[in-house]
């Protein structure tokens, strides 16, 4: 007797679409393409908006089939379903040579004009690490693809809410253009966040630019800016107040030794912004800048600092000592720091005391990490402090650096006092001390 019901199918033939989407979204171009050809219903899955609202091109410089056929790939998915994109972000991973820029610049510009022609959802662009001063960055190509993209942002200019062009190194004219790319719009801009940190070249004085004032000067509702400190000066701070003060939250400001930092900014201006930018948060990233005398022209008691990053890069140097940055500039945002990194080699001055009553002085410090050389000791009454609710540290990650080749003795005591507090670390505190030898 023959059977004439159906074919039991799968479970899988009665997944909801929502419930298909989403495990379309876990699996990769290859993947996806595959799992399109099971039937028309994955096959439909597949070309959902939702799928491709992300997308990251990376262009490895150094050159093998298989990347190569993964690039192409995305590439290809990127055009396809390009008019369903809103976060993009282009990676350039060690470039080499001359001719893998040219071609990098000569995909970007078809990638760019097919963007620019069919999608109106793109609101957040991310190309890091041009390093467009490099010498494998030939004029013509150089100008040629710092054309396609100001072109590119100029038809962007009235949807893009985010923009990272960090690492980018090219000169003031050219940064301005690409900047001002964003304006086109009645003259003005509404992107809310900008990433220009390292977007200049190094040594540059751009502080002093009248052309850099001017450009800054038409965006009307920034919430981030993320930049350098050669950038600062009375006329920017005021420029911020008058045009974003209503929307500007965070200013992430990076400091580094090869960077022009000795302008003289105000601290009215300072005070000024803060004023009128309530919501404000400043947070500062110091590169080799350690001297007290550096720090004391930036570091003005007017700013509202939530977060300060101070680190050396292993580089040990006799003119400069800590002791003054911990004990007079710090603890003027006593009311507001959240945030504290050092990163120091300072092995030829001890700063248990110092540091550890700055920490117990800022009532808002949640997060610390410490990398210098310190006593295990140290940690012991940290922790006792925390557990006596003097301090409020949630997040606690110490490098404890030795000049001994064995620290066998100092890792016995870091868990002695580990097992002592266990109950306040495992409940209360993200926990990580080691010691480390630098001999």
Known sequence: MEDDSEPEQSSWAYL???????????LDDRDRSRAALVCKKWSCAMHSG??????????????SRARTLEFQSALWYTKKFGKY????????SNPYNTPFIKKFQVIMRSLLLHLGKCNSHLVS???????????????????????????FLKRMSNQL???????????????????????????????????IEDFFSLHLSVYSSTLFHQTMSKFHRLTTLTFNYNCISDELLDILREHSSHSLCTLNIKCHIHDPHGQVVSGMSWANLAKRAPKLNVNFFFERVMKHDHLARILLVEIPVRSISLRSCYFSDPDWTMRPT???LLPAYWHGLQKLTLEL??????????????????????????????SVSFME?????????????????????????????????????????KYLIDSEINYFVITYPMV
């Open 50 to 63: 939702s799928l491709w609202r992300c997308r990251t091109i990376t262009f490895y410089g150094q050159p």
């Open 85 to 92: 994109l809103k976060h993009l972000e282009i990676k350039l």
């Open 161 to 195: 809410d985010y923009l990272n062009l960090k690492g980018a190194r090219i000169t003031l004219e050219e940064g301005c253009e690409l900047l001002n790319s964003l304006s086109n719009l009645r003259n003005r801009s509404f992107i809310s966040e900008i990433n």
């Open 345 to 374: 080699n300072n092995d030829h001055e001890l700063l248990d005391n110092e540091l550890l009553q700055l920490i117990l002085s800022c009532k808002r410090l949640l997060f610390l990490k410490v990398w210098a050389f310190l």
């Open 16 to 26: 909801p679409d929502v419930c298909l989407r989403h495990v379309f979204h876990w």
């Open 326 to 328: 911990l004990t007079n």
């Open 125 to 151: 662009l991310s190309i890091k690490y041009l390093e467009l001063d490099c010498l494998i960055w030939k004029n013509v190509v150089r100008a040629q693809f710092i054309k396609n993209l100001a072109s």
């Open 381 to 421: 009454r940290l922790l006792q402090n925390r557990a006596e609710r003097k301090c409020i540290l949630t997040t606690i990650k110490v490098r404890i650096y030795t000049a001994q080749d064995d620290s066998t003795e100092e890792e016995r005591l870091l868990a002695d006092i580990y097992r002592k507090f």
